[in-house]
T-cell receptor
Framework: AQKVTQAQTEISVVEKEDVTLDCVYE???????LFWYKQPPSGELVFLIR????DEQNEISGRYSWNFQKSTSSFNFTITASQVVDSAVYFC???????????????WGLGTSLAVNP | KAGVTQTPRYLIKTRGQQVTLSCSPI?????VSWYQQTPGQGLQFLFE???????NKGNFPGRFSGRQFSNSRSEMNVSTLELGDSALYLC??????????????FGEGSWLTVV
């Protein structure tokens, strides 16, 4: 069965520290998509990145970077030089591709709550 | 372009009542999904609608229902409210659904409190 595990429930860092949020997934599909979302206290889930299973290149966007490793089924997210505004809950999610049958949906991890303290 | 709009943002209901939540997806998006989020359970998938048809459904009782209109706007209804239904209800829209690889975009959610 598909599964997404975010083992870190809560992380607390001091501003300017680097922090890595872990995401490990399980799937039998060869084609799938992985996502990261950020949920600030306001509640809205903000899309951060989408990665398909055939693209293992690491991605960097400003202070954010993602390390996708199929060999370990991981899609980790690193924030460099963290800021107070990065405080939020971060979710990792896994999506099956079209040929997965009728029972298809986005599978979510339980989220990692990140607190960046000044 | 405008994002996903959910109304109302906050509401308080009494046990036994029913509630209807509304979601307007991003223009051009045909897939709308609903999620329930509670502190203990995380994000739980309720259902997905695509072109007015329910395409997928989560493991929720029949008290939870939804529909989608021809303009892709969607509503979800919860009847006979229970205290445990208190949660943040999130609506998400995408072109054709996340399972197609499309990115899904969320609204700000509707905070429901049942007393």
């Amino acid at each position: 069965a598909q599964k997404v595990t975010q083992a870190q429930t809560e992380i607390s860092v001091v501003e300017k520290e680097d922090v890595t949020l872990d995401c490990v997934y399980e799937t039998r599909d060869t084609t799938y998509y992985l996502f990261w979302y950020k949920q600030p206290p306001s509640g809205e889930l903000v899309f951060l990145i989408r990665r398909n299973s055939f693209d293992e290149q690491n991605e960097i966007s400003g202070r954010y970077s993602w390390n996708f490793q199929k060999s370990t089924s991981s899609f980790n997210f690193t924030i460099t030089a963290s800021q107070v505004v990065d405080s939020a809950v971060y979710f990792c999610a896994l999506s099956e591709a079209e040929n997965a049958g009728n029972n298809r949906k986005l599978i979510w991890g339980l989220g990692t709550s990140l607190a960046v303290n000044p | 372009k405008a994002g996903v709009t959910q109304t109302p943002r906050y509401l308080i209901k009494t046990r036994g009542q029913q509630v209807t939540l509304s979601c307007s997806p991003i223009s051009g998006h045909r897939s709308v999904s609903w999620y329930q989020q509670t502190p203990g359970q995380g994000l739980q998938f309720l259902f997905e609608y695509f072109s007015e048809t329910q395409r997928n459904k989560g493991n929720f009782p029949g008290r939870f229902s939804g529909r989608q209109f021809s303009n892709s706007r969607s509503e979800m209804n919860v009847s006979t409210l229970e205290l445990g239904d208190s949660a943040l209800y999130l609506c998400a829209s995408s072109l054709a659904g996340a399972v197609s690889g499309n990115t899904i975009y969320f609204g700000e959610g509707s905070w429901l409190t049942v007393v």
